[in-house]
């Protein structure tokens, strides 16, 4: 019987445990472990790092680990490369499934970046009131511009953060566009800082900034290696079942 290894930590990769289970596979998920309180599963998980790229082709080895599906989050580069490099040396199938990152719209005022370093720099030098739609790791480059207020969303509120001006909102998405628009108004926000992340779940704080005529630094993808990767649950299902990627 074939054994999955389903990386973690995102919508998708909760969607496809529920599929996986409901078919009887073998998988378990696996948690980097950044979350203190994390989803219920409908399958096996495990939690913690592997110790990098020949740390995860032991644990595939030992295992007896088949299929390594990469379903983290399109910012987790790291794990993504080990997961292209462990499977290759454990000779185990691997498939990625991601997110189309999101498209500018009309109406929309983005800022394009390459990295936290370069929303700060977006920023200014003046006092503004941002929303840092990032998550906790993230965020500690922005001390370096203590001058502005921020607005925060996590989670859970382990670990206060280190920047003098700031109010944090603890809350899990999906997150709907009143609720956006509402936040966003509360805190007479004027800029937007978020990741590139793709999906339903946080798209609502885009279409908030475009109706209230808000910039957005919107920072890009980070570099993967190229690798087979998928946007939907039932693909997986597909190449698990019939060895091929089909319908990208
Ligand atoms: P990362 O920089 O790519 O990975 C750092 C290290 O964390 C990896 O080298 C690995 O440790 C461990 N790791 C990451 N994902 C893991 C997993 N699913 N299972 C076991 N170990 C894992 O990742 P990150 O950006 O810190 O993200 C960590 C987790 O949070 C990911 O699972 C991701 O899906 C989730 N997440 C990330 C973001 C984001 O914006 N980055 C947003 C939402 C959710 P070893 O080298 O020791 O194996």
């Given at each position: 019987?074939?054994?999955?290894?389903?990386?973690?930590?995102?919508?998708?990769?909760?969607?496809?445990?529920?599929?996986?289970?409901?078919?009887?596979?073998?998988?378990?998920?696996?948690?980097?472990?950044?979350?203190?309180?994390?989803?219920?599963?409908?399958i096996?998980?495990?939690?913690?790092?592997?110790?990098?790229?020949?740390?995860?082709?032991?644990?595939l080895?030992?295992?007896?680990?088949?299929?390594?599906?990469?379903?983290?989050?399109?910012f987790?580069a790291?794990?993504?490369?080990?997961?292209?490099?462990?499977?290759?040396?454990?000779?185990?199938?691997?498939?990625?499934?991601?997110?189309?990152?999101?498209?500018a719209?009309p109406?929309?005022?983005?800022?394009?970046?390459a990295?936290?370093?370069?929303?700060?720099a977006?920023?200014?030098?003046?006092?503004i009131?941002?929303?840092?739609?990032?998550?906790?790791?993230?965020?500690?480059?922005?001390?370096?511009?203590?001058?502005?207020?921020?607005?925060?969303?996590?989670?859970?509120?382990?670990?206060?953060?280190?920047?003098?001006?700031?109010?944090?909102?603890?809350?899990?998405?999906?997150?709907?566009?009143a609720?956006?628009?509402?936040?966003?108004?509360e805190?007479?926000i004027?800029?937007?800082?978020?990741?590139?992340?793709?999906?339903?779940g946080a798209?609502?704080?885009?279409d908030?900034?475009?109706?209230?005529?808000?910039?957005?630094?919107?920072?890009?993808?980070?570099?993967?290696?190229?690798?087979?990767?998928?946007?939907?649950?039932?693909?997986?299902?597909?190449?698990?079942?019939?060895?091929?990627?089909?319908?990208?």
């Amino acid at each position: 019987m074939r054994h999955i290894l389903l990386l973690g930590g995102t919508t998708e990769a909760s969607m496809l445990a529920t599929a996986l289970a409901e078919r009887g596979e073998r998988a378990v998920l696996s948690y980097a472990g950044r979350t203190e309180a994390p989803r219920a599963q409908a399958i096996p998980t495990r939690i913690g790092g592997f110790g990098g790229v020949q740390g995860l082709a032991d644990h595939l080895r030992r295992g007896g680990v088949t299929h390594l599906v990469d379903a983290t989050h399109p910012f987790a580069a790291r794990i993504s490369a080990n997961a292209i490099a462990a499977a290759d040396l454990a000779g185990v199938k691997l498939l990625a499934l991601t997110r189309p990152a999101w498209e500018a719209c009309p109406g929309d005022h983005w800022i394009r970046v390459a990295d936290t370093k370069g929303a700060v720099a977006a920023l200014g030098m003046d006092p503004i009131r941002v929303f840092l739609a990032l998550g906790r790791q993230t965020i500690g480059d922005f001390a370096e511009a203590p001058q502005h207020f921020y607005l925060l969303r996590f989670v859970d509120a382990a670990m206060p953060p280190a920047l003098p001006r700031h109010h944090l909102v603890v809350d899990r998405g999906p997150f709907s566009l009143a609720g956006e628009l509402a936040l966003l108004r509360e805190h007479r926000i004027e800029v937007i800082v978020a990741k590139n992340a793709g999906g339903a779940g946080a798209r609502a704080k885009l279409d908030a900034a475009r109706e209230l005529g808000l910039p957005v630094v919107m920072i890009d993808r980070p570099f993967i290696p190229d690798r087979p990767q998928v946007g939907r649950v039932a693909q997986v299902l597909d190449w698990l079942d019939h060895g091929v990627v089909r319908g990208v």
